[in-house]
């Protein structure tokens, strides 16, 4: 699935090694805070979901760190926005009808008229066309906006449109991470929201109802 591009993106340098520098006895170091582990860590667990009435489709979103909920807009916009500030993560979900057939392309061109997707210098790490959502066509695009300036951050997007019919939808992953020295923390971000939350994203079926659900955000995430 990973191109050779993003395969380059996840291998990281190993520290180089070293003697370690004498420390005077006197002195005390504190040990340093084991960092809280991050929510887009992949385990076996199914991801709590929200199912958004208004557009009919239901979105996985991984569990929050405990007081760093989700905020998901569902009402202010056309689009759904879920964010997470302690993360700087972002997802929008947006679903159009149309008064003709749509395929992928035509999706894309009204995603980007609408301002969902993201701009800027971005480099493609992986970009193919396949069946989603069980008829869809679909394009997924995988890049990031390189970091390469001191204190710069580095960010990756993982972004789908798809047409079925006279409906599309649009996916955009948007997330940051702290300058190059955390290129496999975007990675591995970006993998997992590649394969589980668009991966496990459903849109209801065409005159069906939805199955009963609370329209807010799951326990796990508050």
Request: hydrophobic content about 40%.
């Amino acid at each position: 699935m990973q191109s050779r591009a993003w395969a380059l993106l996840v291998a990281l340098q190993a520290p180089a090694a070293g003697c370690e520098p004498k420390r005077d006895a006197a002195s005390v170091v504190a040990a340093p805070e084991a960092p809280a582990a991050d929510p887009f860590a992949d385990d076996a667990r199914p991801l709590p979901r929200y199912h958004s009435k208004r557009l009919a489709l239901t979105l996985p979103l991984p569990r929050a760190p405990r007081g760093r909920g989700w905020r998901i807009d569902d009402h202010t916009r056309p689009e759904l926005v879920a964010t997470l500030d302690g993360a700087r993560t972002r997802v929008t979900a947006a679903v159009f009808h149309t008064d003709d057939v749509v395929g992928r392309a035509q999706c894309e061109s009204m995603a980007r008229a609408r301002g969902i997707v993201p701009a800027g210098d971005l480099r493609t790490l992986e970009d193919e066309v396949s069946v989603t959502q069980g008829s869809f066509d679909t394009r997924v695009w995988v890049s990031i906006e390189p970091g390469d300036a001191p204190g710069r951050t580095l960010a990756g997007h993982v972004v789908a449109f798809g047409g079925y019919l006279r409906k599309c939808f649009a996916f955009v992953f948007s997330t940051e991470v702290a300058g190059v020295a955390e290129e496999g923390l975007l990675s591995s971000r970006l993998a997992f929201a590649r394969a589980r939350i668009l991966g496990g994203m459903r849109l209801d079926v065409f005159d069906a109802p939805p199955r009963p659900q609370p329209d807010h955000e799951t326990k796990e995430d508050r």
